[in-house]
């Protein structure tokens, strides 16, 4: 019902700044919680941050907080994570994904879409 393509990885210096994008398709995004987040390997994919369907409120993992922001436009149909002051231990291929609820989760059990993942890497 939702398809969801991330965009905006790459490779940056520790202390730089990347814009992740995912653009969902349809006509329901703004019925979805939108969420990222990322899976370095072998580690368990880890909860990043969250958004309501509104965009009024937001959630973050503890090691993210302060550094990245979660945004949502929902005219585009998009959804979007600014890293900041990124470390070395960001470095993961990043997921978008959309939860049909209210209520912001953060286990990835709990996410009914998700997309292809966009690389990483920060560089020490």
């Known amino acids: 019902q939702v398809q969801l393509v991330e965009s905006g990885g790459g490779l940056v210096q520790a202390g730089g700044s990347l814009r992740l994008s995912c653009a969902a398709s349809?006509?329901?995004?703004?019925?979805?919680?939108m969420a990222w987040f990322r899976q370095a390997p072998g580690k368990e994919r880890d909860f990043v941050a969250a958004?309501?369907?509104?965009?009024?409120?937001?959630y973050y993992g503890d090691s993210v907080k302060g550094r990245f922001t979660i945004s949502r436009d929902i005219a585009k149909n998009t959804v979007y994570l600014q890293m900041n002051s990124l470390k070395p231990e960001d470095t993961a291929v990043y997921y978008c994904?959309?939860?049909?609820?209210?209520?912001?989760?953060?286990?990835?059990?709990?996410?009914?879409?998700w997309g292809q993942g966009t690389q990483v890497t920060v560089s020490s």
């Open positions: 994904a959309a939860d049909i609820t209210i209520q912001i989760r953060t286990s990835p059990s709990n996410y009914d879409y």
């Open positions: 349809g006509r329901t995004f703004s019925s979805y919680v």
């Open positions: 958004i309501t369907r509104s965009g009024g409120s937001s």
